[in-house]
């Protein structure tokens, strides 16, 4: 997963550098939001999972699907921010929205 992002990173950082994302259509907006993605996944997952291990919430060789779900929860988050600040349509209101609904959806989902 870690060399996934790498990979993600690489390309994100590709695409940022290369090409400028506002003059872009819409397929390379499309795998600038996608690389950005597959990046914060492949961080966050193994944040999460070795935080939780390090905290003593999790034991050793526990399965990944708490550490996935909220990852991945909180990877769509920032891209859906990104993808926000992007199309000049964030602003702080609409981010504290988007973050409450992500940390209500979290406490429904981990009972």
Request: aromatic content about 12%; hydrophobic content about 65%.
């Given at each position: 997963?870690?060399?996934?992002?790498?990979?993600?990173?690489?390309?994100?950082?590709?695409?940022?550098?290369?090409i400028d994302p506002y003059?872009?259509?819409v397929i390379i907006f499309a795998l600038l939001s996608l690389s950005f993605l597959m990046t914060t996944l492949g961080v966050l997952?193994?944040?999460?999972?070795?935080y939780k291990l390090r905290?003593?919430?999790?034991?050793?060789?526990?399965?990944?699907?708490?550490?996935?779900?909220q990852g991945g929860v909180a990877s769509a988050t920032l891209?859906?921010?990104?993808?926000?600040?992007?199309?000049?349509?964030?602003?702080?209101?609409?981010?504290v929205f988007i973050i409450a609904i992500v940390?209500?959806?979290?406490i429904y989902l981990s009972q």
């Open positions: 997963m870690v060399a996934a992002a790498v990979i993600a990173a690489i390309s994100f950082g590709l695409i940022v550098w290369q003059s872009a259509d997952v193994p944040s999460v999972y070795f905290r003593g919430l999790l034991e050793p060789g526990a399965p990944l699907s708490a550490s996935v779900r891209t859906l921010l990104f993808v926000m600040q992007l199309l000049h349509v964030l602003t702080w209101w609409n981010a940390v209500i959806l979290d």
